[in-house]
């Protein structure tokens, strides 16, 4: 079974800072790799995904990921933060034609304004 | 919008009383997932259904039940909440696993459970 892990537990920053959240994985097969991002008292969304291709992957609200298969890593960045990032952030992966999603424990983000 | 929808949103039972949980989707996903999530936790899966076929995870209590009386819903029954039961329990969906774009689930707003 895959198991997920992420780097940092509570990052705080302020507004126009940029954002790294490292996330590394243990599997090794073939995988698909998300980001999940669930703002205050609000649903998990889907940020951005990547199952093959290129490996940097462009998701929403500017977002971006790099997949590096040597280093089992999918590391999410922002250039630029906003105060309306503040959110939780979720590393998941599942291996290919697998149906279970392992999640990483999970990035809490704080932005200031 | 094609959505995922939970209800309530917010639950209260008391110890040992039993208690279900819903969802609905408009996505006509035949896969759905339940998950518990704890706070500051990743959500961990309970089990799932591959159409009407019920699949639970290993370490997923006996205390947790499902049912899927069609394609659109399905149910989450806690037979004897226990206080270590609070949590926020997730509903998602998934297409069919053989095509490449259904690996990517999606997520209702969640059920939060306090038990008294």
């Known amino acids: 079974a895959q198991s997920v892990s992420q780097h940092n537990h509570h990052v705080i920053l302020s507004e126009a800072a940029s954002l790294e959240l490292g996330c590394n994985y243990s599997?090794?097969?073939?995988?698909?790799l998300f980001w999940y991002v669930q703002y205050p008292g609000q649903h998990l969304q889907l940020l951005l995904k990547?199952?093959?291709?290129?490996?940097l992957v462009k998701g929403i609200k500017g977002f971006e990921a790099e997949f590096i298969k040597s280093k089992f890593s999918f590391n999410l960045r922002k250039p630029s933060v906003q105060w309306s990032d503040t959110a939780e952030y979720f590393c998941?992966?599942?291996?290919?034609?697998?149906?279970?999603?392992?999640f990483g424990a999970g990035t809490t983000v704080t932005v200031r304004a | 919008d094609a959505m995922v929808i939970q209800n309530p949103r917010y639950q209260v039972t008391q110890f040992g009383k039993p208690v279900t949980l819903s969802c609905s989707q408009t996505?006509?996903?035949?896969?759905m997932y339940w998950y518990q999530q704890k706070s500051s936790q990743a959500p961990k899966l309970l089990f799932h259904?591959?159409?009407?076929?019920?699949?639970n995870e290993a370490d997923t209590p006996d205390n947790f039940q499902s049912r899927r009386p069609n394609t659109s819903f399905c149910f989450l029954d806690i037979r004897s909440p226990g206080l270590g039961d609070a949590a926020m329990y997730l509903c998602?969906?998934?297409?069919?696993?053989?095509?490449?774009?259904?690996?990517?689930?999606?997520f209702g707003p969640g059920t939060r459970l306090t038990v008294t």
């Open positions: 998602a969906t998934s297409s069919d696993w053989s095509r490449e774009t259904s690996y990517e689930q999606y």
């Open positions: 599997y090794g097969g073939t995988v698909n």
């Open positions: 996505l006509n996903h035949n896969v």
């Open positions: 990547y199952f093959s291709g290129d490996p």
């Open positions: 259904y591959y159409d009407k076929d019920f699949n």
């Open positions: 998941a992966v599942n291996a290919r034609r697998d149906y279970k999603l392992s």
